[in-house]
């Protein structure tokens, strides 16, 4: 199940696709953060300065009506 978080203090949109262990991360644009496992795939995003980009209030209110 995927995981959509943001943190208004940081300003960080977190996507976690999978629960595990971070390996490494890579900034593959400005501001966008893979993360990646041992064995290289991406388990999760993260995007720096979110709110110059989407609507945090908007998406985590999308993202809750549509786990229901």
């Not at 199940?1 to 644009?29: G, R, T």
């Not at 990646?36 to 995003?45: K, L, Q, S, Y």
């Amino acid at each position: 199940m995927v995981q959509v978080n943001y943190d208004a203090n940081s300003d960080v949109l977190s996507i976690i696709l999978a629960p595990k262990k971070v390996k490494e991360s890579a900034e593959i644009l400005p501001d966008v953060i893979a993360d990646f496992d041992d064995d290289g795939r991406v388990v999760a995003f993260e995007i720096l300065d979110a709110s110059k980009v989407i609507d945090p209030e908007t998406v985590e209110q999308d993202f809750s009506e549509s786990s229901d």
